[in-house]
């Protein structure tokens, strides 16, 4: 649960949590991690120094269910001059490291990122008449603070939401997100760290379709240089009823060149997907890693898994920028969210980087497989085959409910198991093709 209230300094706060040593003891009325951030907000909105303040009841490190402590919504003018609307600024407060001492964050120096590294920010146009901010965006920030907390994945400029259902339970058309550093926000230096300051943007879902298909910067652009849909601030108007398509044609045509030109930079997604190998039974019933058609696929170790994960991680990810998968949405307290993998699951990936089987687990070639996806999960299909593997690139399908993944692999991709005469591999439960 949470509440409204003027913005102030916080109650008192909860004594050190166990753990490794915390840095020194500050003032306990007001935290340094967040004065930090209140300090930027102050030099943004000099006149607003008490916004109205969404703030969690139970505390998340008191075993509440919220993991954001305050969100602050500020009145911005916007600017007329350049067009851009007046609108409502959110700002979150928790998934950075507020208070130093462990109990949520564990701290690790100031060199790095500040727990999770960044704060969520949202801009709402303000409808006519409006008064008083509404309080529906900070529970999507809380819906996507569960999300990172819960997986420990972290988000980047760039990436997207998948969320399929309109951000303000409304029957808007704005039923996704794209991310981006805020407009005006700038990273903050904070004694456990640094916090950067990454905004939502709503978009439709052929917006959302086409930065899978491409890439999530791209649409960004484009839809800054349309002022109803978003803008230079990319300001999210929820009674938007067009897609920056429906406004301007000629805008799907850089789209369809980006994509012929860049791919996409998609690389994978966590799905509701199967494989059987239709080569040969098992060849014994201690063969554990054998999956024959019509049988279940016997759960791996936690030693095999750690180190197919392992596999994954080093074979897929030349960077740390994660992606929430398209797939269906959990609810979750009244709201919908999607599954994705951890980070040391996280499969995105902007070039085709070798991929490195792991020597304790055998290799094997097949002669036919049977693949099995939902329909949404076969609906990226196409993005596989134009965006991906015309590139020379490769992409994964990891399944939501167990251990198996499916990899599309083109020739040029260095290390693959899977080769031009031997196209069907798999190594334990993850298959290549």
Request: aromatic letters at 8%; proline letters at 9%; one cysteine or more.
């Amino acid at each position: 649960m949470a509440e409204l209230r003027p913005s102030g300094a916080p109650g008192p706060t909860a004594p050190p949590a166990p753990g490794p040593t915390a840095p020194p003891a500050f003032a306990s009325l007001f935290p340094p991690g967040l004065h930090a951030i209140y300090g930027e907000c102050r030099r943004l909105y000099p006149d607003q120094p008490n916004p109205l303040q969404v703030t969690a009841i139970v505390k998340y490190w008191l075993g509440g269910p919220d993991p954001l402590d305050y969100v602050s919504m500020y009145r911005n003018v916007g600017s007329p001059s350049a067009n851009i609307p007046e609108h409502w600024h959110y700002i979150s407060f928790g998934l950075s490291d507020l208070y130093g001492d462990n109990r949520v964050h564990e701290f690790t120096g100031t060199d790095g990122p500040s727990g999770f590294g960044f704060e969520l920010t949202f801009r709402l146009k303000r409808e006519t008449g409006e008064s008083a901010p509404p309080t529906w965006p900070a529970e999507l920030m809380q819906g996507l603070a569960r999300y990172v907390f819960q997986s420990e994945n972290t988000f980047c400029s760039g990436d997207h939401v998948s969320w399929h259902s309109p951000l303000d339970n409304s029957e808007s058309r704005i039923q996704h997100m794209l991310l981006t550093e805020d407009a005006q926000m700038q990273p903050v230096q904070t004694p456990f760290g640094v916090v950067t300051f990454l905004q939502i943007v709503g978009v439709c879902t052929e917006e959302l379709h086409s930065a899978q298909q491409w890439n999530g910067q791209g649409i960004l652009e484009l839809l800054r240089t349309v002022p109803v849909a978003g803008g230079p601030w990319l300001i999210t108007d929820m009674r938007r009823g067009e897609t920056i398509f429906e406004i301007d044609p000629h805008l799907q045509e850089r789209v369809d060149k980006g994509i012929e030109t860049d791919g996409s930079n998609l690389s994978g997604v966590s799905a509701k997907c199967a494989w059987d190998d239709l080569s040969r039974p098992p060849e014994d019933d201690e063969d554990s890693r054998s999956i024959c058609i019509g049988t279940q696929p016997r759960r791996l170790s936690g030693k095999d898994t750690e180190q197919i994960r392992e596999t994954l991680r080093r074979g897929l990810e030349i960077n740390s920028k994660p992606v929430l998968p398209p797939i269906n949405p959990q609810r979750q307290n009244g709201l919908a969210h999607d599954r994705a993998p951890s980070r040391k699951d996280s499969l995105e990936s902007d070039s085709s980087t070798a991929i490195i089987p792991h020597e304790l687990i055998r290799t094997r070639q097949l002669e036919s497989v049977h693949l099995k996806f939902n329909q949404e999960s076969g609906a990226l299909i196409p993005l596989c085959l134009r965006g991906r593997l015309l590139h020379g690139r490769h992409f994964t399908y990891k399944s939501i409910t167990g251990d198996m993944a499916i990899t599309f692999v083109s020739t040029g991709v260095e290390g693959a198991f899977a080769t031009e005469e031997h196209p069907y591999a798999a190594h334990g439960p993850w298959l290549q093709l």
